[in-house]
């Protein structure tokens, strides 16, 4: 999926601009300005890039014992159940979307930036932009979710911990 | 008497200067004067520290009614805030946040721009804060002269990086406040641009014991504003203390910062620090050095149909009436390009 | 309804919502959108907290930790690091009842030294240490167990991700917060050998085991070889945080180039394995990231509900003890670690104590350390331990159960527990190392 291959190149770009900045900083004297914005700038990408791969893998965080119950005991309730709260979480991507594309009117409208003229600065509409149509790509995921319901089978750890 | 509620934010923490201040002087001074005619009273709801708006949020959080009355951090927003700019691009005029708060303040008053950049963010300028008295250079090493910070690293933030680009081989490096410290230390810079009330919160003189004196200038940072739709509902008696009192505000919080710059500075001699003057020659050479941000700056809002050049004229005039007679005449050389 | 109410009914809704199964950062959101709107009665309201949300929390500087320390623990394990210093550990307590166990928690130690999370310690080391204590006879549990309760260094001994969260939600220094987590994790590790010594002379049979003459030992050389690449990782991660020559993400975004340089030597990676480990990264920073994105729409709508304000107010009347508020803590994070994964913890808890704790005068840096410990402890409880799961789905082992797990790790829940006690009643423990 391109969302998600292009999300994970930039994993990669925060690598290599990060070190880049420090060896041109330490060695070079010559320090890139827009390494602030730029490591903000990719934490978004990230994060918007992958949240619908996330969730189309079914590995969003959540704690699943009470529905695997269900499940077995009532599989029509389950089903039930594990159906109305996709259909919440397509709701909530759908409230994201509906709120962030004013946003984004308005940013492409502005032209409006983040940092400091004369130093370095960076357009906030793609900012927008992306998390506008990632939105709007989990609330399909979501609402595949409903129709197809696999991918839930899966222990789901990826807060981390 | 009518009770109305008012919640304001701020994404600082409640001891921050301008916060307590805020608290201490600006509500207690609202109550006041409003008990005296008993028809309204406030319901206080300060929230501040992230509980509801980040720092840099406040901004946003007014403009959509999060809050109802904030103090914005303006140097976050240059884009959405040009002209808030104004003394940041102007340096080695005055080192004094009493004059460089009420010139700023009065040139938001009399010309439309500053009003009309937060009234596009939804909400009401009430008045500008000066938080800082002058930045100044803190090194590792002795510096007397301009030319100790030629090819030399300097750690600064936002605008203050642009005052090196005319020296030779001094390179900026952004920096957050709290880094200043680990920066200077290690040696991955040799000075750090900093006020003296920040040099002693963050102990500077352990690992910068040398200040020069450059004093580059105050900088104004900090703006009250109203969310436009809760300003528009206020009662008139309401919106005059209100607009009164952040006057006040604005001229209790530069004094206070420049007292407090006198005890810092004493501070940082206590500590071990050595404060050396920068002769008048080497400031002027120094800003003589720099690219006319100033006139950057005004050509800029005159691009974009605001009076930038006279509002750069006039706030220089404040400031020489005032009796700051600045290094480099930013406004002389902006009316001739 | 006064904020109070609020603050408690949206708790109660968001709990019985994420127990119903609902994605968390999903109950987060919607329990706070609702609340706003049926407070102040207006939708406008509920979208522009939407809005300031999700485009203030994915912005921060200091997050890019998240995906670089999270990508250095993968490409470490991936270039065999863990299995180096557990190889060697285990030789140097070769002779020691219970001493293969001590080096798994020794070997966790320093492992976590160089990844960001306990998911991480927990599956590399499930693979090599448990076959070998079953090898050496060592009661199941007792193997399971270990590894359970050691994995959780990860997140403790810095980097840890659920440090950098904490430091988000208190506005703290990341590398202040590095460098607290350091003693506490320290003591915890000691603090698990002396529980297997303690259980090895005591309670020989719920150990077990026997001593194997191991024969063919590692030369000096050899050991050289499997312990100076993490080591140089260590200095350059945390010795660039604590000399202050990188800020936190920059010895993440080094220690990340420096895993890659030492997996690429070692020929441990390809193309196809480095990508699906960009990949994991991204999935678990975008998990992580949406969490709090959702915790701090949570934070912020109690703020506008005025519930921190309410708690100062009820603080200053009824003048609280420290030993309330902290017990109140301790059961309420034990509670909430039984069905919560840490991160989730940590960013629903803390903000309600944060003004309390912020108004007694105590140490916000103390307080994160207290908190990510406390709720580090959900990790081993069933019904939802992550650790536990992951140990269990990493064996796949029929004769060990979930239930073998669960009942393995009590014991160094129980350890944690103590320690915890200890770290609050001591916050020099935490606080020494910063002055
Ligand atoms: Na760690
Ligand atoms: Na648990």
Known sequence: ?161 | TETIKAVVIDGYPARALWVKEFTEFFIPEVDRRLAETGNYKMDWQESYGGTIVKPKGVLEGIKLGLGDIGIVTTIFHSSKLPSQALSAVTPFVAADARAVAKAVDEIAKEYPAMQAEFDAQNQVYLATGVVLDTYQVFSREPVNSLSDLEGSKVAGAGMNLRYLEGIDGAAGVRGGLTDFYNMVQTGLVDHAMLWPEAASTFKIAEVAPYMLKADLGAVNSKTITVNKDYWEKLPDEVKQVLQDVAVEYRDHVAGIAMDRAQASRDAYVAAGGTIVEMSPEERKAWAMSMPNIAAEWAKGLDDAGQPGTEMLQAYMAKLKDAGFEPVRDWAAEAATN | MTPLDIGLVSIVAIIVMIYLGVYIPIALGMVSFVAIWAMRGNLDLSFALLKIAIGDSAMEYTFATIPLFTFMGLIVSKAGLGADIYAVMNQGCRRITGGIGMATVGANAVFAAVTGSSIASASVFSKMSVPEMLRQEYNPRFAVGVVAGSSVLGMIIPPSAMLIIYSFVAEQSVGEMFLAGVVPGILLAIAYVAAIWFMGRFMPRAVGGRILEQDDLMGWGEIAAKTLPIIGLIVVVLGGIYTGWTTPVEAGAAGSLLGILIAAVRRRINLRSFWETVIETGHITAAILFLITAASMYARMLGIAGLPNELQTILATHEFSFFWIMALLVVLMLFLGTILDTASIILIVVPLFLPLIDAMGLSLVWFGIVAVVAAEIGLLTPPLGLSCFVIKATLDDDRIALKDVFLGALPFAFVMLLVLILLIRFPALSLAILN
């Open chain 1, 1 to 161: 999926m391109a969302a998600n291959a292009s999300g994970t190149l930039v994993v990669v770009v925060l690598i290599a601009v990060v070190n880049y900045d420090i060896i041109a900083r330490g060695i070079f004297n010559k320090p890139f300005h827009g390494a602030v914005e730029v490591v903000q700038f990719s934490m978004v990408l990230i994060v918007f890039l992958q949240l619908p791969d996330v969730i189309r893998v079914g590995r969003l965080t959540r704690s699943d014992g009470f529905l695997t119950v269900m499940r077995h005991r009532r599989p029509a309730a389950g089903r039930w159940m594990a159906n109305g709260i996709d259909a919440m979480s397509a709701l909530f991507m759908v409230l994201v979307a509906v709120a962030i594309w004013p946003e984004f009117l308005e940013m492409w409208d502005t032209k409006d930036y983040f940092g400091v003229p004369g130093v370095f600065t960076a357009p906030w509409w793609p900012v927008k932009l992306v998390i506008f149509l990632s939105a709007c790509l989990c609330t399909v995921h979501f609402i595949l979710h409903i129709f197809t319901r696999t991918g839930d089978d899966i222990p789901h750890q990826e807060s981390g911990s």
